[in-house]
């Protein structure tokens, strides 16, 4: 069983972080610069939102205009879907799934943002597991590993 913390150091490398009252051109810039998904986080670091490139190109369809001046809260998605660090990374790859996400948020217990995993991460998670339990199978049957 793997979980999410075996893949923290990666999810923490990948955290892009904006406060909600940031104009959007802000948010833009981070996207420019190869964010994929930039969390709206309050000064306490309690995540407030998600905001991601389509978000924000919706934002600016809907409106009929483009006004990089707004703020992030106005343009990001408020209901969080999110996960932890004690998570299973099974779970994470079905919430991905039925979702249609590519990434996702991990916050500690405190509801503070420590990381964004993609489904990357998640796959090749899942694919050190199986291979690691497929390596131990081998070695049971061939009578190496418990003897």
Not at 1 to 16: F, G, H, S, T, Y
Not at 23 to 40: C, I, K, Q, Y
Not at 114 to 130: H, P, Q, S, T, Y
């Amino acid at each position: 069983m793997v979980l999410v913390e075996q893949i923290l150091d990666r999810a923490k490398a990948r955290l892009v972080k904006i406060s909600p009252d940031a104009p959007a051109l802000d948010a833009a810039t981070l996207f420019r610069d190869g964010a994929e998904m930039v969390l709206a986080c309050r000064e306490s670091g309690r995540l407030a939102g998600i905001i991601t490139k389509s978000d924000l190109m919706r934002s600016f369809v809907q409106s009929g205009r483009l006004d990089l001046a707004v703020p992030v809260a106005s343009v990001m998605q408020k209901e969080i879907v999110s996960c932890e660090p004690a998570d299973k990374l099974e779970q994470v790859w079905q919430v991905l799934s039925q979702n249609s996400f590519r990434h996702l948020p991990v916050e500690d217990q405190n509801g503070c943002a420590i990381g964004v995993v993609n489904a990357r991460d998640i796959l090749g998670g899942l694919l050190r597991e199986a291979e690691s339990e497929e390596e131990l199978l081998k070695e049971y049957v061939m009578g190496v590993g418990y003897r």
